[in-house]
Protein backbone atom coordinates (compact mmCIF):
# COMPACT_ATOMS: atom_id res chain seq x y z
CA UNK A 1 0.00 0.00 0.00
CA UNK A 2 3.03 2.42 0.82
CA UNK A 3 5.03 1.83 -2.49
CA UNK A 4 1.32 2.21 -4.04
CA UNK A 5 0.79 5.47 -2.29
CA UNK A 6 4.21 6.91 -3.35
CA UNK A 7 3.94 5.60 -7.49
CA UNK A 8 0.82 7.25 -7.49
CA UNK A 9 1.58 10.85 -5.83
CA UNK A 10 4.73 10.68 -7.80
CA UNK A 11 3.13 10.34 -10.67
CA UNK A 12 0.83 13.90 -9.53
CA UNK A 13 3.43 15.93 -9.32
CA UNK A 14 4.48 15.29 -5.52
CA UNK A 15 8.02 15.13 -3.92
CA UNK A 16 7.88 11.92 -2.20
CA UNK A 17 10.20 9.98 0.38
CA UNK A 18 9.50 6.33 1.40
CA UNK A 19 9.76 5.47 4.99
CA UNK A 20 10.53 1.63 5.21
CA UNK A 21 11.28 0.00 8.42
CA UNK A 22 12.32 -3.54 6.96
CA UNK A 23 15.62 -4.07 4.77
CA UNK A 24 13.48 -4.33 2.02
CA UNK A 25 10.67 -2.84 0.52
CA UNK A 26 7.29 -4.74 -0.13
CA UNK A 27 5.65 -5.62 2.98
CA UNK A 28 4.00 -9.00 3.43
CA UNK A 29 5.25 -9.56 -0.37
CA UNK A 30 8.44 -9.42 -0.03
CA UNK A 31 10.78 -12.41 -0.64
CA UNK A 32 13.68 -14.38 0.89
CA UNK A 33 15.88 -16.44 -0.37
CA UNK A 34 14.53 -20.35 0.40
CA UNK A 35 17.92 -22.46 -0.37
CA UNK A 36 18.14 -20.54 -3.73
CA UNK A 37 14.05 -20.29 -4.69
CA UNK A 38 12.97 -16.37 -4.47
CA UNK A 39 9.87 -16.86 -2.28
CA UNK A 40 7.23 -14.23 -0.65
CA UNK A 41 7.29 -14.63 3.04
CA UNK A 42 3.35 -14.76 2.95
CA UNK A 43 1.69 -16.16 -0.22
CA UNK A 44 -0.47 -13.95 -2.43
CA UNK A 45 -2.13 -14.88 -5.66
CA UNK A 46 -4.33 -12.91 -8.73
CA UNK A 47 -7.57 -13.32 -9.68
CA UNK A 48 -9.34 -11.83 -12.44
CA UNK A 49 -11.38 -9.42 -10.46
CA UNK A 50 -8.12 -8.11 -9.03
CA UNK A 51 -8.45 -5.21 -11.51
CA UNK A 52 -6.03 -2.24 -9.26
CA UNK A 53 -3.01 -4.95 -9.35
CA UNK A 54 -3.79 -5.48 -13.38
CA UNK A 55 -3.96 -2.04 -14.09
CA UNK A 56 -0.40 -1.40 -12.01
CA UNK A 57 1.25 -4.25 -13.67
CA UNK A 58 0.04 -2.66 -17.33
CA UNK A 59 1.65 0.95 -16.30
CA UNK A 60 5.03 -0.31 -14.54
CA UNK A 61 5.44 -2.29 -17.98
CA UNK A 62 5.33 -5.95 -16.58
CA UNK A 63 1.73 -7.18 -17.97
CA UNK A 64 3.78 -9.74 -20.00
CA UNK A 65 5.07 -11.26 -16.52
CA UNK A 66 1.08 -12.22 -15.28
CA UNK A 67 0.11 -16.00 -16.23
CA UNK A 68 -2.64 -17.63 -15.16
CA UNK A 69 -2.93 -21.03 -14.40
CA UNK A 70 -6.18 -23.95 -13.89
CA UNK A 71 -5.74 -24.74 -9.83
CA UNK A 72 -8.06 -26.84 -7.70
CA UNK A 73 -9.29 -27.12 -4.26
CA UNK A 74 -9.36 -29.75 -1.77
CA UNK A 75 -11.69 -30.48 1.46
CA UNK A 76 -10.15 -32.59 4.08
CA UNK A 77 -12.42 -33.52 6.38
CA UNK A 78 -13.58 -36.82 8.77
CA UNK A 79 -10.07 -38.39 7.64
CA UNK A 80 -10.30 -38.00 4.22
CA UNK A 81 -9.06 -35.41 1.56
CA UNK A 82 -12.23 -34.54 -0.68
CA UNK A 83 -11.82 -33.03 -4.01
CA UNK A 84 -13.95 -29.17 -3.30
CA UNK A 85 -15.22 -25.69 -5.23
CA UNK A 86 -17.65 -27.24 -7.77
CA UNK A 87 -20.84 -28.72 -7.60
CA UNK A 88 -20.34 -32.09 -8.41
CA UNK A 89 -17.76 -32.42 -5.54
CA UNK A 90 -20.61 -31.20 -2.78
CA UNK A 91 -22.77 -33.45 -4.52
CA UNK A 92 -20.15 -36.22 -2.88
CA UNK A 93 -19.03 -35.19 0.35
CA UNK A 94 -19.94 -38.56 1.93
CA UNK A 95 -21.62 -38.59 5.22
CA UNK A 96 -23.25 -35.44 4.83
CA UNK A 97 -27.25 -34.93 3.98
CA UNK A 98 -28.66 -33.87 0.59
CA UNK A 99 -30.18 -31.16 2.25
CA UNK A 100 -27.39 -29.82 3.56
CA UNK A 101 -25.19 -30.17 0.78
CA UNK A 102 -28.53 -27.83 -1.44
CA UNK A 103 -28.67 -25.37 1.23
CA UNK A 104 -24.52 -24.81 1.07
CA UNK A 105 -25.23 -24.67 -2.59
CA UNK A 106 -27.43 -22.41 -2.27
CA UNK A 107 -25.39 -19.98 -0.27
CA UNK A 108 -22.68 -19.92 -2.47
CA UNK A 109 -25.09 -18.90 -4.78
CA UNK A 110 -26.81 -15.98 -3.62
CA UNK A 111 -23.24 -14.88 -2.24
CA UNK A 112 -21.77 -14.57 -5.65
CA UNK A 113 -25.29 -12.31 -6.61
CA UNK A 114 -25.35 -10.02 -3.88
CA UNK A 115 -23.97 -6.71 -4.54
CA UNK A 116 -24.60 -5.18 -1.33
CA UNK A 117 -23.51 -5.67 2.30
CA UNK A 118 -24.76 -3.17 4.50
CA UNK A 119 -27.18 -5.29 6.15
CA UNK A 120 -24.54 -8.34 6.85
CA UNK A 121 -22.25 -5.69 8.79
CA UNK A 122 -24.67 -5.80 11.11
CA UNK A 123 -25.17 -9.87 11.80
CA UNK A 124 -22.34 -12.11 12.86
CA UNK A 125 -20.80 -14.96 10.44
CA UNK A 126 -22.08 -17.88 12.35
CA UNK A 127 -25.41 -16.71 12.68
CA UNK A 128 -25.67 -15.85 8.89
CA UNK A 129 -24.05 -18.78 7.28
CA UNK A 130 -26.39 -21.05 10.41
CA UNK A 131 -29.20 -19.54 9.17
CA UNK A 132 -28.59 -20.49 5.05
CA UNK A 133 -26.82 -23.81 5.70
CA UNK A 134 -28.10 -24.93 8.85
CA UNK A 135 -25.96 -26.24 12.41
CA UNK A 136 -24.55 -29.03 10.48
CA UNK A 137 -23.36 -27.18 7.35
CA UNK A 138 -21.52 -24.07 9.57
CA UNK A 139 -20.03 -26.96 11.61
CA UNK A 140 -18.83 -28.76 8.86
CA UNK A 141 -17.38 -26.30 6.21
CA UNK A 142 -17.18 -23.19 8.19
CA UNK A 143 -16.37 -23.62 11.85
CA UNK A 144 -12.79 -24.48 11.85
CA UNK A 145 -12.04 -21.65 9.25
CA UNK A 146 -13.61 -18.94 11.45
CA UNK A 147 -11.94 -20.53 15.06
CA UNK A 148 -8.65 -21.29 13.59
CA UNK A 149 -8.59 -17.65 12.01
CA UNK A 150 -10.24 -15.82 14.36
CA UNK A 151 -9.39 -17.97 18.06
CA UNK A 152 -11.89 -15.90 20.83
CA UNK A 153 -13.30 -13.53 17.95
CA UNK A 154 -14.88 -16.73 16.17
CA UNK A 155 -18.13 -15.95 17.09
CA UNK A 156 -18.25 -12.07 16.60
CA UNK A 157 -16.98 -11.77 12.74
CA UNK A 158 -18.89 -9.75 10.85
CA UNK A 159 -21.04 -11.55 8.01
CA UNK A 160 -20.15 -9.21 5.31
CA UNK A 161 -16.06 -10.25 6.08
CA UNK A 162 -17.59 -13.65 4.89
CA UNK A 163 -19.32 -12.49 2.12
CA UNK A 164 -16.51 -11.01 0.38
CA UNK A 165 -13.88 -13.63 1.02
CA UNK A 166 -16.75 -16.24 -0.58
CA UNK A 167 -17.07 -13.80 -3.61
CA UNK A 168 -13.64 -12.97 -4.31
CA UNK A 169 -13.12 -16.52 -4.27
CA UNK A 170 -16.05 -17.15 -6.60
CA UNK A 171 -14.89 -14.96 -8.84
CA UNK A 172 -12.05 -16.79 -9.29
CA UNK A 173 -13.41 -19.40 -11.31
CA UNK A 174 -13.04 -19.54 -14.59
CA UNK A 175 -16.66 -21.73 -15.23
CA UNK A 176 -18.66 -23.02 -12.65
CA UNK A 177 -16.16 -26.30 -12.96
CA UNK A 178 -12.61 -24.68 -13.03
CA UNK A 179 -11.05 -22.14 -10.97
CA UNK A 180 -8.16 -20.01 -12.66
CA UNK A 181 -5.78 -17.90 -10.59
CA UNK A 182 -2.79 -16.03 -11.78
CA UNK A 183 0.53 -15.31 -10.55
CA UNK A 184 4.04 -13.31 -11.33
CA UNK A 185 7.17 -14.95 -13.21
CA UNK A 186 9.26 -14.26 -10.36
CA UNK A 187 6.02 -13.34 -8.00
CA UNK A 188 5.49 -10.61 -5.97
CA UNK A 189 8.98 -9.59 -5.74
CA UNK A 190 8.51 -8.92 -9.86
CA UNK A 191 6.01 -6.44 -9.01
CA UNK A 192 7.98 -4.66 -5.84
CA UNK A 193 11.17 -3.93 -7.91
CA UNK A 194 9.20 -2.37 -10.98
CA UNK A 195 7.17 -0.45 -8.03
CA UNK A 196 10.59 0.72 -7.04
CA UNK A 197 11.92 1.43 -10.23
CA UNK A 198 9.25 3.15 -11.13
CA UNK A 199 9.59 5.43 -8.08
CA UNK A 200 13.34 5.60 -8.02
CA UNK A 201 13.29 6.66 -12.08
CA UNK A 202 10.52 9.72 -11.12
CA UNK A 203 12.35 10.94 -8.37
CA UNK A 204 11.05 9.44 -5.12
CA UNK A 205 13.35 7.84 -2.46
CA UNK A 206 13.09 4.33 -0.20
CA UNK A 207 14.31 4.72 3.05
CA UNK A 208 14.90 1.14 4.15
CA UNK A 209 15.23 0.00 7.90
CA UNK A 210 14.09 3.65 8.67
CA UNK A 211 11.05 3.09 10.77
CA UNK A 212 8.72 5.93 11.66
CA UNK A 213 8.74 6.60 15.60
CA UNK A 214 7.10 9.94 15.44
CA UNK A 215 4.11 12.03 13.36
CA UNK A 216 5.18 15.36 14.03
CA UNK A 217 2.52 17.88 14.24
CA UNK A 218 1.58 21.51 14.84
CA UNK A 219 -0.75 23.90 14.80
CA UNK A 220 -3.05 20.86 14.13
CA UNK A 221 -0.72 20.14 11.07
CA UNK A 222 1.44 17.69 10.03
CA UNK A 223 4.69 18.52 9.50
CA UNK A 224 7.15 15.72 9.49
CA UNK A 225 8.27 12.09 10.36
CA UNK A 226 11.17 11.53 13.37
CA UNK A 227 13.22 8.25 13.32
CA UNK A 228 16.12 7.81 14.45
CA UNK A 229 17.80 8.36 11.14
CA UNK A 230 16.82 11.90 11.16
CA UNK A 231 13.77 13.92 10.58
CA UNK A 232 12.36 14.41 7.40
CA UNK A 233 10.22 17.53 7.09
CA UNK A 234 6.64 16.72 5.30
CA UNK A 235 3.44 19.09 4.54
CA UNK A 236 1.56 15.44 3.62
CA UNK A 237 1.95 11.77 5.57
CA UNK A 238 0.15 8.30 4.33
CA UNK A 239 0.55 6.25 7.19
CA UNK A 240 0.15 2.51 6.20
CA UNK A 241 1.72 1.02 9.30
CA UNK A 242 -0.60 -1.33 11.18
CA UNK A 243 -3.75 0.87 13.37
CA UNK A 244 -2.25 -1.06 16.73
CA UNK A 245 0.96 0.75 16.24
CA UNK A 246 -0.73 4.13 15.23
CA UNK A 247 -0.84 5.16 18.70
CA UNK A 248 2.64 5.56 19.74
CA UNK A 249 3.20 7.65 16.52
CA UNK A 250 0.50 10.24 17.45
CA UNK A 251 2.10 10.44 20.61
CA UNK A 252 1.99 14.28 20.81
CA UNK A 253 -2.15 14.11 19.91
CA UNK A 254 -4.30 13.84 23.10
CA UNK A 255 -7.56 13.87 21.60
CA UNK A 256 -10.81 10.97 21.91
CA UNK A 257 -10.23 10.58 17.65
CA UNK A 258 -6.73 8.42 18.69
CA UNK A 259 -8.69 5.93 20.83
CA UNK A 260 -10.57 4.45 17.61
CA UNK A 261 -7.22 2.91 16.35
CA UNK A 262 -6.29 1.02 19.85
CA UNK A 263 -10.66 -0.57 18.84
CA UNK A 264 -9.08 -2.23 16.42
CA UNK A 265 -7.69 -5.94 17.03
CA UNK A 266 -5.18 -8.07 14.69
CA UNK A 267 -4.24 -12.11 14.55
CA UNK A 268 -1.11 -12.53 14.38
CA UNK A 269 -0.02 -15.33 11.94
CA UNK A 270 3.36 -18.03 12.00
CA UNK A 271 3.78 -18.77 8.21
CA UNK A 272 5.41 -22.39 8.28
CA UNK A 273 6.68 -22.51 4.38
CA UNK A 274 8.05 -26.26 3.61
CA UNK A 275 9.98 -27.84 0.64
CA UNK A 276 9.44 -31.40 0.46
CA UNK A 277 10.93 -33.72 -1.90
CA UNK A 278 7.22 -34.63 -3.06
CA UNK A 279 3.90 -33.05 -3.45
CA UNK A 280 0.89 -33.55 -0.91
CA UNK A 281 -1.79 -33.15 -3.02
CA UNK A 282 -2.93 -32.11 -6.58
CA UNK A 283 -4.62 -29.54 -4.69
CA UNK A 284 -3.62 -25.43 -4.47
CA UNK A 285 -5.49 -24.70 -1.41
CA UNK A 286 -6.90 -27.61 0.79
CA UNK A 287 -9.34 -26.80 3.22
CA UNK A 288 -9.41 -28.50 6.57
CA UNK A 289 -12.35 -29.63 8.99
CA UNK A 290 -10.33 -31.78 12.03
CA UNK A 291 -10.05 -30.62 15.32
CA UNK A 292 -6.82 -32.53 15.85
CA UNK A 293 -4.98 -30.17 13.38
CA UNK A 294 -5.61 -26.72 14.76
CA UNK A 295 -5.21 -24.89 11.07
CA UNK A 296 -7.39 -23.67 8.51
CA UNK A 297 -5.74 -24.91 5.43
CA UNK A 298 -2.49 -25.49 3.94
CA UNK A 299 -1.64 -23.86 0.54
CA UNK A 300 0.81 -25.66 -2.11
CA UNK A 301 1.80 -22.76 -3.93
CA UNK A 302 3.62 -24.59 -6.46
CA UNK A 303 0.75 -26.65 -7.88
CA UNK A 304 0.25 -22.42 -8.93
CA UNK A 305 3.64 -21.19 -9.64
CA UNK A 306 6.29 -23.88 -10.66
CA UNK A 307 9.69 -23.77 -8.67
CA UNK A 308 11.21 -26.76 -9.06
CA UNK A 309 10.18 -27.76 -5.78
CA UNK A 310 7.19 -28.86 -3.63
CA UNK A 311 6.56 -25.73 -1.71
CA UNK A 312 3.82 -25.78 0.79
CA UNK A 313 2.72 -22.88 3.23
CA UNK A 314 1.00 -23.61 6.55
CA UNK A 315 -0.37 -20.51 8.15
CA UNK A 316 -0.61 -20.49 11.81
CA UNK A 317 -3.65 -17.40 12.46
CA UNK A 318 -2.86 -16.74 16.36
CA UNK A 319 -3.43 -13.95 18.80
CA UNK A 320 0.22 -12.60 19.57
CA UNK A 321 -0.56 -14.04 23.05
CA UNK A 322 -1.29 -17.38 22.33
CA UNK A 323 1.05 -19.60 23.60
CA UNK A 324 1.85 -21.25 20.47
CA UNK A 325 3.00 -17.73 18.42
CA UNK A 326 6.10 -18.11 21.13
CA UNK A 327 6.85 -21.70 19.48
CA UNK A 328 9.94 -22.39 18.57
CA UNK A 329 10.51 -22.66 15.30
CA UNK A 330 10.92 -26.85 14.88
CA UNK A 331 8.20 -27.12 16.70
CA UNK A 332 6.13 -25.18 13.97
CA UNK A 333 7.67 -27.37 11.71
CA UNK A 334 6.94 -30.49 13.69
CA UNK A 335 3.77 -29.61 13.99
CA UNK A 336 3.50 -28.63 10.05
CA UNK A 337 4.83 -31.97 9.16
CA UNK A 338 1.92 -34.08 11.49
CA UNK A 339 -0.29 -32.24 9.42
CA UNK A 340 0.57 -32.74 6.20
CA UNK A 341 1.38 -36.81 6.77
CA UNK A 342 -2.53 -36.32 7.75
CA UNK A 343 -3.27 -35.55 4.52
CA UNK A 344 -1.19 -37.77 2.44
CA UNK A 345 -0.26 -41.11 4.21
CA UNK A 346 2.52 -41.86 2.31
CA UNK A 347 4.96 -38.28 3.34
CA UNK A 348 7.23 -39.21 6.04
CA UNK A 349 9.51 -36.64 7.97
CA UNK A 350 12.06 -37.83 5.26
CA UNK A 351 10.51 -36.04 2.32
CA UNK A 352 11.01 -32.62 4.29
CA UNK A 353 14.17 -30.77 2.69
CA UNK A 354 13.97 -27.60 4.21
CA UNK A 355 11.38 -25.36 6.25
CA UNK A 356 11.76 -21.70 7.45
CA UNK A 357 9.02 -19.52 9.51
CA UNK A 358 7.77 -16.01 9.58
CA UNK A 359 5.94 -14.21 12.04
CA UNK A 360 3.58 -11.15 12.42
CA UNK A 361 2.04 -9.29 15.35
CA UNK A 362 -0.36 -7.70 13.30
CA UNK A 363 -1.62 -9.90 10.11
CA UNK A 364 -5.22 -10.34 10.04
CA UNK A 365 -7.47 -7.63 11.32
CA UNK A 366 -10.26 -9.17 13.25
CA UNK A 367 -13.23 -7.55 11.56
CA UNK A 368 -15.98 -7.40 14.08
CA UNK A 369 -20.41 -7.18 13.81
CA UNK A 370 -20.28 -3.58 13.43
CA UNK A 371 -16.69 -3.33 11.73
CA UNK A 372 -17.23 -0.26 9.33
CA UNK A 373 -18.56 1.96 12.51
CA UNK A 374 -14.92 1.39 14.11
CA UNK A 375 -13.29 2.46 11.31
CA UNK A 376 -11.83 6.10 11.64
CA UNK A 377 -11.67 8.39 8.97
CA UNK A 378 -8.43 7.89 6.28
CA UNK A 379 -7.87 11.64 6.82
CA UNK A 380 -8.03 12.26 10.10
CA UNK A 381 -8.42 15.83 11.96
CA UNK A 382 -4.52 16.41 11.51
CA UNK A 383 -4.62 18.79 8.65
CA UNK A 384 -2.53 16.26 6.07
CA UNK A 385 -2.38 13.27 7.88
CA UNK A 386 -3.85 9.88 6.24
CA UNK A 387 -4.11 6.95 8.19
CA UNK A 388 -5.18 2.94 6.89
CA UNK A 389 -3.96 -0.19 7.22
CA UNK A 390 -5.40 -3.87 5.44
CA UNK A 391 -8.58 -3.35 8.27
CA UNK A 392 -9.40 -0.13 5.66
CA UNK A 393 -10.00 -2.61 3.13
CA UNK A 394 -13.32 -3.93 4.55
CA UNK A 395 -15.13 -5.50 3.80
CA UNK A 396 -12.66 -7.13 1.20
CA UNK A 397 -10.56 -9.01 2.98
CA UNK A 398 -6.11 -8.41 2.51
CA UNK A 399 -5.11 -8.29 -1.02
CA UNK A 400 -1.92 -6.89 -3.42
CA UNK A 401 -5.71 -5.12 -5.36
CA UNK A 402 -7.19 -4.16 -2.47
CA UNK A 403 -3.69 -2.24 -1.21
CA UNK A 404 -2.93 -0.80 -4.86
CA UNK A 405 -6.72 0.06 -4.49
CA UNK A 406 -6.31 2.09 -1.39
CA UNK A 407 -2.66 3.54 -1.75
CA UNK A 408 -3.27 5.24 -4.71
CA UNK A 409 -6.67 6.67 -3.56
CA UNK A 410 -4.86 8.22 -0.88
CA UNK A 411 -3.05 9.33 -3.04
CA UNK A 412 -4.66 11.19 -5.47
CA UNK A 413 -6.56 12.75 -2.33
CA UNK A 414 -3.60 15.23 -1.18
CA UNK A 415 -4.37 18.68 -2.29
CA UNK A 416 -2.60 19.55 -5.63
CA UNK A 417 1.07 21.27 -4.82
CA UNK A 418 1.05 24.67 -5.20
Known amino acids: MGLAAAYQALCDGHQVSVLEAAPEAGGMSAHFDFGGVSLERFYHFICRSDQPTLDLLQEVGISNKLNWKETSMGFYSQGQLLPWGDPLSLLRVPRCSLMTKVRYGLFVFACM ?33 LDYKFHEYSDRISAAWMWSRIRRVGESRKSMMTEELGYLEGGSKTLVEAMVNAIDSRGGQIHLNTAAHAIQIENNKVTGIETAKGNFPSDYVISTVPTPLVSKLLSQVDAPWKLAYERIHAMGVCCVIMKLKRSVSSHFWINIEDKAIEIPGVIEFSNLREVGHTIVYIPYYLPSHHPKFAWTKDAFIQDSMRCLMKLNLTLTMDDLVDASVFRLKHAQPVCEVGFASLLPPVQTPIEGLQIADTAFYYPEDRSIAESIRLGRKMAREIACTP
Open 113 to 145: HRSDWTTLEKIDAKTWVTRWCGADGYNRFWRSL
